[in-house]
């Protein structure tokens, strides 16, 4: 199984000011057909997850562009430019490139 | 627009079964795999189950394998996953979502207690 390892668990942010998260997976996650299949997710309290971010640096239609994922095959990073009070929530990683998809302990953001 | 709707959770005892359903809308179900995942406090995300879009490859957690089985209706447009010799540690919302989880569906709580 591929272990995912989100740093750090919890972190408090100003507003405006910039926010990072780290993850990495225990396996590659670039495939052969040049993908690394790397997603982000963010639960807002009391919602379901909602994706981000989805094969390293694709954001998902509708996600602001203060958001953008990095990396390469074992380490990446979410980063967020100016955070705003919206963007409080967990944020997840994901690995799925192969079965059991694997999901990091997640990153509670709190906003100051 | 994408929609899930799951149903079907409750409070049960240990060593009963619950079938859950998750209702899908807005795109073309059958073309499709599709994943059932979990989220309980104290252990976060889990995935649980997968099944290819023609339904002809399953695969599950080590955790549920030969008590949990999932299966699609696709003339429904209906994901399963039937929850059998539901354990304590069975309790968790259950949320089915399509492939690389790329949209989820609201989630159903199951508790399983004494």
């Known amino acids: 199984e591929n272990v995912m390892t989100q740093t750090p668990l919890s972190l408090s942010v100003t507003p405006g000011q910039p926010a990072s998260i780290s993850c990495r997976s225990s396996?590659?996650?670039?495939?052969?057909?040049?993908?690394?299949?790397l997603y982000w997710f963010l639960q807002k309290p009391g919602q379901s997850p909602q994706l981000l971010i989805s094969e390293l640096s694709s954001r998902f239609s509708g996600v602001p562009s203060r958001f953008s994922g990095s990396g390469s095959g074992t380490d990446f990073t979410l980063k967020i430019s100016r955070v705003e009070a919206e963007d409080a929530g967990v944020y997840y990683c994901?690995?799925?490139?192969?079965?059991?998809?694997?999901f990091g302990q997640g990153t509670k953001l709190e906003i100051k | 627009q994408v929609q899930l709707v799951e149903s079907g959770g409750g409070v049960v005892q240990p060593g009963v079964s619950l079938r859950l359903s998750c209702a899908a809308s807005g795109f073309t179900f059958n073309n499709y795999a599709m994943h059932w995942v979990r989220q309980t406090p104290g252990k976060g995300l889990e995935w649980v189950a997968y099944i290819r879009h023609d339904g002809n490859k399953k695969d599950y957690a080590d955790s549920v394998k030969g008590r949990f089985t999932i299966s699609r209706d696709d003339s429904k447009n209906i994901l399963y996953l039937q929850t059998n010799s539901l354990r304590i540690e069975d309790t968790a919302v259950y949320y089915c979502a399509t492939d690389r989880a790329i949209y989820w569906g609201q989630g159903t709580l199951v508790t399983v207690s004494s």
């Open positions: 396996l590659s996650l670039l495939y052969g057909d040049g993908k690394t299949y």
């Open positions: 994901m690995q799925g490139l192969q079965l059991p998809y694997t």
